[in-house]
């Protein structure tokens, strides 16, 4: 992952010779506590399973209130009996339930909203 690149400046490695130490060696061990992810287009950083426990704890969580998520959507698609579909905005609702207009739905079960 990480390459030390030879200094091409005979003058410039004689001066900074001896006032760096090698890195590599700490490079290489970060290296080997952190995995890369994709989210959104972007990598990022985490550390390896069993690295850091509440780290480890809080992702469980995360996929647990996920899959719990991933539930409650196939329970709204078998109620409706539509193709449902999870909306994430940054909005007052977090998940929004995405149905079709043709679908009737009890009122006092969810919060209905539309798009004009």
Not at 18 to 45: Q, S
Not at 79 to 108: M, N
Request: aromatic fraction near 10%.
């Amino acid at each position: 992952m990480f390459v030390k690149l030879p200094i091409k400046s005979k003058r410039l490695a004689q001066l900074t010779g001896e006032l760096f130490p090698d890195y590599m060696p700490i490079l290489a061990e970060f290296g080997e506590m952190i995995v890369w992810k994709e989210a959104r287009g972007h990598r990022i950083p985490e550390p390896v399973l069993g690295l850091d426990p509440e780290f480890d704890q809080c992702n469980e969580d995360v996929n647990r209130a996920k899959a719990d998520l991933d539930g409650y959507l196939e329970s709204v698609k078998k109620l409706t009996s539509s193709e449902a579909k999870y909306i994430f905005t940054s909005k007052k609702f977090r998940y929004e339930i995405e149905l079709p207009s043709k679908v009737e739905v009890d009122e006092g079960e969810f919060i209905l909203t539309s798009k004009v």
